[in-house]
């Protein structure tokens, strides 16, 4: 995990970024969704260095698709993620009130039947940093939903402190991946639902198969759910179009594979949840972070290709 950079390079980001975050605050969200849809395509134009390492990963992902079909879908995805810079800056307009407006559930009877099944052991959600990953812990909040967020600390702690204070101005709890076991353990025996996300590439993980190649995972999601019987039950953010609207999208519970040899049982459920994830990828690729380098740990003996 790359090393939070110091404050002041963080407040000299942050004070680069603050003008057209002002700019987004400033429009009606719907308008600022618009506009920032628009300098998302533009985005993608300057950043080359990030546009090399997304076409890798989508040659990877998608070997039967056309390079221009590919490029489609990278130009979509940036226009995502200036969707989702409007909406953050937009964040504490959300309330009670309102947020049937933007955020509604489908597959809402998957997590009642969790619930069921939890029988008050708290909730363990998979997600992945897909969609309005964000506005996906908030809308659920929102609705009453409180929830922890298993994180990895973002690269500038100014940043860091921002997305934090949206996320716990509605009742969640962030913590550091980093050390978290214990943490993790008491928030589910108080009935917490505890979000892990496990689509980055980590340095000491488990490999498994994430669109045919080899990628190193967390296994800190399987080793929680042997350990505590919590159910695994999948949650991803999904966009309607390019409108405000989106729906907290909810699969069916993952069974937890126990007995035997504990370490292949945690591989085998790790794959399980990376099959999840995929397979929302494919429904919706504009929805994924094609920019983060998922491969860049290989197994012993492979070379490195970013």
Do not use: C
Not at 5 to 19: D, K, N, Q
Not at 110 to 115: L, P, T, V
Not at 277 to 289: Q, S, T
Request: charged share 25%; net charge positive; proline share 5%.
């Amino acid at each position: 995990m790359p090393r939070q950079i110091g404050a002041l390079r963080g407040w000299a980001e942050w004070t680069a970024l603050a003008p057209p975050w002002a700019i987004l605050r400033a429009l009606p969200l719907e308008r600022a969704v618009r506009v920032g849809a628009a300098a998302g395509a533009l985005a993608m134009t300057l950043d080359r260095g990030n546009r090399r390492i997304a076409m890798r990963n989508l040659e990877i992902a998608f070997p039967e698709r056309s390079a221009a079909e590919r490029l489609a879908i990278l130009r979509d995805t940036y226009r995502n993620f200036g969707r989702i810079a409007a909406e953050w800056v937009h964040f504490f307009e959300f309330t009670p009130a309102n947020i049937d407006r933007y955020v509604s559930y489908e597959g809402r009877e998957h997590w009642d039947e969790a619930i069921r099944r939890s029988a008050g052991r708290g909730l363990l959600v998979l997600t992945g940093h897909f969609g309005n990953f964000e506005l996906l812990s908030v809308g659920h909040s929102v609705h009453g939903n409180r929830i922890a967020i298993v994180q990895r600390p973002n690269r500038n702690p100014i940043i860091d402190r921002s997305v934090a204070a949206r996320r716990q101005h509605y009742g969640n709890l962030t913590l550091s991946r980093k050390g978290a076991a214990r943490d993790l353990m008491r928030l589910l025996r108080d009935r917490w639902d505890v979000a892990v996300p496990l689509d980055l590439d980590v340095r000491h993980g488990v490999f498994v198969d994430f669109f045919n190649l080899k990628a190193s995972t967390s296994e800190a999601l399987a080793r929680l759910a042997i350990a505590t019987r919590a159910p695994v039950v999948p949650a991803f953010m999904v966009r309607e179009g390019a409108t405000t609207r989106h729906r907290i999208t909810i699969l069916p519970v993952i069974e937890t594979v126990r007995g035997g040899d504990r370490a292949a049982n945690v591989i085998e459920n790790t794959q399980h949840y990376t099959n999840a994830i995929e397979a929302m990828i494919r429904r919706h690729p504009d929805h994924w972070n094609w920019i983060h380098r998922r491969w860049k740990t290989r197994p012993a003996g492979e070379p490195r290709f970013y």
